[in-house]
């Protein structure tokens, strides 16, 4: 059965640091290209980062890049998202994705003072 659990969220002040990670099972990580999603309230869902199967291909929507890196640790099969100089408008469900197929069930990430 296929899992993807999300961790890391919770409440920031502005301007912190959090490291969001996605742990999977059930399923064959290394061979997915993987990617994070996030859901502000009352606003749709939007991309954020995408990481091929090896690591070496990441791709940044344009909104987030500069703040936001993707990683993976295939060894772990374990999906990352560092989130530096956080701000309110971050406020979202962050969401892991393997290959447009499977979600896990996100993690709340709060920024406010």
């Known amino acids: 059965q296929v899992r993807l659990v999300e961790s890391g969220g919770g409440l920031v002040q502005p301007g912190g640091y959090l490291r969001l990670s996605c742990a999977a099972s059930g399923f064959t990580f290394s061979d997915y290209g993987m990617r994070w999603y996030r859901q502000a309230p009352g606003k749709a869902r939007e991309w954020v980062a995408f990481?091929?199967?090896?690591?070496?291909?990441?791709v940044y929507a344009d909104s987030m890049k500069g703040r936001f890196t993707i990683s993976r640790d295939n060894g772990r099969s374990t999906l990352y998202l560092e989130i530096n100089s956080l701000k309110p408008e971050d406020t979202a469900v962050y969401y892991c994705?393997?290959?447009?197929?499977?979600w896990g069930k996100g993690t709340l990430v709060s920024v406010n003072s």
């Open positions: 990481i091929s199967d090896t690591g070496r291909t990441t």
């Open positions: 994705n393997a290959g447009e197929s499977y």
